[in-house]
């Protein structure tokens, strides 16, 4: 194996991931976000993890709420791309033209293919980035739709 960043780069490239919008409120401001780092982190309690860029507004919301709604994007992910790939401060309403719900976790994205309603458990720093482990104590998805699954040529970068 080799030890350089372009080799590592490629290595972590491919690990297939998803990509979901990660939608919090808190105090009658919400947001939402384009994720693509989690993963189902066990079976009891049902949980997953979330990996959230330093700085990113939404977390000051799910800081404070503990609470978010991961809306999992379905194969044809160009729709959500564009809508959420700029991001939002929190002062902008993420959610025009979009079809809402809402729920005690965050808003959810009636588009999307599932929905879990996450409470959080624990979060931890590592480099860049805030990893969140989080019970997924609601959710419901359409057992026939396909996930949009995501690879990277680089790793270590998005």
């Not at 809402?100 to 999307?112: F, I, M, N, Q, R």
Request: a negative charge; proline letters at 4%; one cysteine or more.
């Amino acid at each position: 194996m080799k030890s350089d960043s372009q080799h590592i780069g490629v290595a972590i490239g491919r690990m297939p991931s998803g990509c979901a919008i990660l939608t919090c409120a808190h105090e009658g401001t919400s947001s939402g976000m384009l994720v693509s780092w989690m993963q189902q982190a066990c079976f009891e309690p049902p949980s997953i993890t979330v990996a959230l860029l330093a700085g990113r507004p939404i977390l000051s919301l799910l800081e404070r709420s503990s609470r978010f709604v991961l809306n999992v994007i379905g194969e044809n992910p160009t729709a959500m791309f564009k809508h959420f790939g700029k991001g939002f401060s929190l002062e902008e309403d993420a959610f025009v033209g979009l079809s809402t719900e809402a729920s005690k976790y965050g808003p959810v994205l009636t588009d999307a293919i599932a929905h879990m309603g996450c409470h959080v458990v624990s979060q931890m720093s590592v480099g860049d980035h805030l990893v969140f482990a989080a019970t997924v104590e609601a959710g419901e998805g359409d057992i026939e739709a396909k996930p949009y699954v995501h690879i990277r040529k680089d790793g270590l970068k998005y």
